[in-house]
């Protein structure tokens, strides 16, 4: 088995290249995923090592030793920070001459070609599920015998091997929690609504939905929803809470964790009698029935991805949500005594000023506990991508997501709305629907009750504003 390090590579101070969909930048209010999809796979070789380089705060100079001492360097990329992990992958070849070198990630798994041309330090690239594919490299299986990958042969000519069958045996995959007991440290790990420290893991890849801007399961995890045994799942629950007794809620990324009810409440069930604090992703459409079964067994939260308020703009994304549904779903939430994080997005297609003020006050009507505001991010791979392109709405030639300082910026632009329009009104909604009479008695509230939350929002608010001064320097 060579010896192999996996990295989240050094970048922007803050830049959170672990985060999953549909936002890999800066955030407002400093935050981070763990990386899953870089454990998974440290967690089939032996002797492997993980490196998350920007919530430790590492550069270089301290991954530099480990890579030095590696047969084999695993860099987990994105399009937002592509450029910076190729010079990263030149870093590492210059000081250690006879490594491999390979790129896992959305950018790669859609544009392998592209990606290698770009990337000469680069031996090859995983296209898709990357787990077996990475295990076999590292047990020394030549290049051109492992599927899933593109990579540069002696005459440095890519080769594109054929595709790797989608896995289907979940529970065939280690538990990510040996990786993160072993070289992470969770208290790295803050997401501003999660209760800290967290844990993050999946219990299934892949989404049916259809959401045109919705980065890995257009890409890398597909339109299943392939699951683990329930019983799988609560055996690495019940190790977490051994390995990491300081934990106070565990977190569940899949990409919609309610996509299967019926297992959802069985795990829940579970989770009730370990007596775990635990959330998860959801869409806006969970039969209040349901509701009460996970809140009953320790749901604490749900990430709620609305998007819009608009219903034309939902259905324009392929959404599959109805405003009203969606309502009902979150009065439901709230009677329940469930908090919801809702996410949205600006500028998809369809965008114009009143629809932008329309979401505004849906937001402001639903009043979810906490918001993120994001804008529309075209990642090569997905449809919205495409379409942007067709229709003139970005330039794939300057299509950047981020500015030089990691922070997202407003690519898509409009006849009718602009790139600083767009941009602009992220700001007005954060200020709309927080700088509200009754929103702000309910933080204030909150703080005076726990002076751990006091901590953290304040915290938080000088980390937004600090953020916005940034917005308006670029």
């Known amino acids: ?163 790797r069958p989608t896995l289907e045996d979940m529970d065939s995959l280690p538990f990510v929690a040996d990786v993160y007991k072993r070289d992470l440290k969770i208290e790295d790990y803050f997401i501003g609504y999660l209760m800290h420290p967290y844990v993050s893991l999946y219990t299934g890849r892949g989404c049916k939905s259809r959401c045109t801007f919705c980065l890995w399961p257009q890409t890398v995890g597909g339109h299943r929803y392939r699951t683990r045994s329930v019983e799988h799942v609560i055996a690495e629950v019940k190790q977490i809470q051994r390995d990491f007794p300081q934990m106070r809620e565990l977190f569940f990324d899949d990409d919609t964790f309610t996509d299967n009810l019926p297992r959802a409440e069985a795990i829940a069930r579970e989770l009730g009698k370990l007596g775990v604090t635990w959330s998860c992703n959801a869409k806006a459409n969970v039969p209040r029935d349901t509701l009460k079964v996970l809140r009953d067994n320790g749901l604490r939260l749900l990430l709620v991805g609305y998007e819009s308020g608009n219903q034309q703009i939902l259905h324009n994304i392929k959404k599959g949500m109805r405003i009203e549904v969606a309502k009902k779903f979150t009065k439901d939430c709230h009677d329940l005594g469930i908090k919801i994080h809702g996410t949205f997005i600006l500028g998809l297609p369809g965008e114009t000023q009143d629809t932008i003020r329309e979401t505004i006050d849906f937001a402001k009507e639903i009043n979810p506990h906490t918001i993120q505001v994001s804008l529309a991010a075209p990642y090569p791979g997905t449809f919205l991508y495409n379409q942007a392109v067709e229709n003139g709405w970005l330039d794939a030639a300057h299509a950047e997501l981020i500015d030089d300082h990691g922070i997202q910026i407003a690519p898509l632009h409009y006849p009718h709305l602009t790139h600083t329009e767009i941009f602009d009104s992220v700001e007005t909604f954060y200020r709309q629907f927080y700088f509200r009479v009754p929103k702000i008695a309910s933080i204030v509230g909150e703080m005076v009750r726990s002076p751990q939350m006091m901590k953290r929002r304040l915290r938080e608010g000088v980390e937004f504003f600090q953020f916005l001064r940034e917005r308006h320097a670029a």
């Not at 937002?80 to 992990?85: G, R, W």
Request: hydrophobic letters at 45%; a negative charge; proline letters at 7%.
């Open 1 to 163: 088995m060579m010896k192999t390090l996996f990295l989240q590579p050094p970048s922007f101070d803050g830049f959170d290249g672990g985060a999953g969909s549909r936002y890999q930048a800066r955030r407002e209010i400093r935050s981070f995923w763990f990386p899953t999809w870089l454990a998974q796979p440290a967690a089939l070789i032996p002797g492997s090592k993980l490196i998350d380089a920007p919530p430790a705060g590492l550069t270089m100079k301290d991954v530099m030793p480990h890579a030095r001492a590696a047969e084999l360097v695993i860099i987990h990329t994105s399009t937002p920070s592509f450029a910076n992990d190729v010079k990263v992958a030149a870093q590492i070849r210059a000081e250690n001459p006879g490594v491999k070198i390979g790129f896992i990630g959305a950018k790669v798994a859609v544009q392998a070609g592209e990606s290698l041309e770009r990337a000469a330090p680069v031996d090859f690239v995983a296209r898709n599920e990357f787990d077996f594919t990475i295990k076999e490299i590292a047990e020394g299986k030549p290049f051109a015998e492992v599927e899933g990958i593109s990579w540069r042969n002696e005459a440095g000519e890519i080769v594109h091997n054929q595709d």
